[in-house]
């Protein structure tokens, strides 16, 4: 059984490998993506006992998935084949050192998700569900059903951390603000990006923006800052924690594993700053790669970038 439970939306990626498009003859590797889906990898590489709740369509990109899955360790013996919407794609275009994201996601299977998909047992038998923004943005459905996992999350005593993931492309800002204010209640652990923090309260500041998340209910917050690092704050505690010093070549997935750093070293036990600590080392390997999955670290990959950043900070 899953102890780390992912539930939001996959996709599978085409990442352009030079600059330019298809009118220049620019070359696209397939590779897969959706941030629930980096989640379920990112944890299961670090060793955590990851299962995965989604559903996709009956063709070869759905198959392919399912493969990635089988094959990284993630248990998705719960994730349903659609046999009438299709899996939902991504494009990573490149120009210069900006990177431009089109998706072909409208009905995908996973745009289809609704309460009644949450298998009885899986929420509420695992330690932790992690849950996103964007599975709330891509449905009215999909957005019941995060709610729906939340609360039985909650009613058993499950840990559960949230990630806003705020993209305006998929929904207006007001809507976004309102449902993530509203979600962010109802979780343990809200864990924006400092940028979606800014959208969601108003602050610049990273320390203004923490003292709001919390306000929202929240026990505890974490503010993702990249190269800055990132702040862990509760009503009690407040820490910075530093980044590595590397050369960033695609932020694709970063986040999402941190996100899942987070959950493993939480899961083992650990206090939250050094559960951000392994976070921000496992987002430091990833940032240094192409795509959203071929970066993640194995966890002895690192736990050594962990003890270097320890290094920087004694």
């Known amino acids: 059984m899953a102890e780390i439970v992912s539930f939001g939306e996959p996709l599978v990626e085409f990442n352009a490998e ?8 620019a070359l696209y590797s397939i590779g897969f993506g959706g941030d629930s889906s980096n ?21 070869r990109f759905g198959r392919m998935l399912l493969d990635l899955w089988r094959d990284e360790g993630v248990d998705a013996s719960r994730v349903a084949t659609d046999p009438e919407h299709p899996t939902g794609l991504y494009f990573i275009v490149r120009d210069g050192s900006a990177a431009e994201f089109v998706y072909r996601r409208d009905g995908s299977a996973a745009a289809q998700l609704c309460p009644e998909h949450i298998p009885d047992g899986w929420v509420e038998r695992a330690r932790l569900l992690h849950v996103t923004g ?3 943005a891509i449905g009215r459905s999909a957005c019941d059903a995060v709610f729906q996992a939340v609360e ?31 979600t962010a209640a109802m979780c343990d652990v809200v864990m924006p990006n400092l940028e979606e923090g800014r959208l969601l309260t108003g602050r610049d500041d990273p320390y203004d923006i923490a003292m709001e ?6 026990p505890l917050a974490v503010l993702k800052m ?12 407040y820490t910075r924690v530093p980044a590595l010093d590397v050369r960033a070549v695609d932020p694709t997935g970063a986040g ?5 750093a987070f959950a493993v070293a939480t899961v083992e036990g650990r206090s939250p700053a050094a559960a951000a600590l392994l976070g921000s080392a496992a987002a430091a390997h990833v940032v240094q790669g192409l795509g959203a999955v071929n970066s993640i670290p194995q966890r002895r990959v690192a736990d050594r970038l962990a003890g ?6 004694a």
């Open 213 to 218: 998340l919390l306000e929202l209910g929240a």
């Open 152 to 182: 039985r999350a909650r009613a058993a005593d499950t840990i559960v951390t949230y990630d806003p993931n705020i993209r305006p492309k998929l929904w207006p800002l007001h809507e976004a603000r309102a449902v993530t204010r509203y």
């Open 226 to 237: 990249g190269s800055a690092g990132a702040v862990v704050a509760s009503a009690a505690d």
């Open 308 to 313: 270097e950043l320890s290094l920087s900070i």
């Open 134 to 136: 964007i599975t709330q």
């Open 256 to 260: 999402d594993t941190f996100n899942a």
């Open 39 to 59: 989640f379920a990898i990112a944890t299961a590489r670090l060793d955590g006992r990851a299962g995965y709740l989604t559903r996709v369509g009956d063709d």
């Open 18 to 25: 030079a600059v330019g498009g298809p009118r220049s003859g």
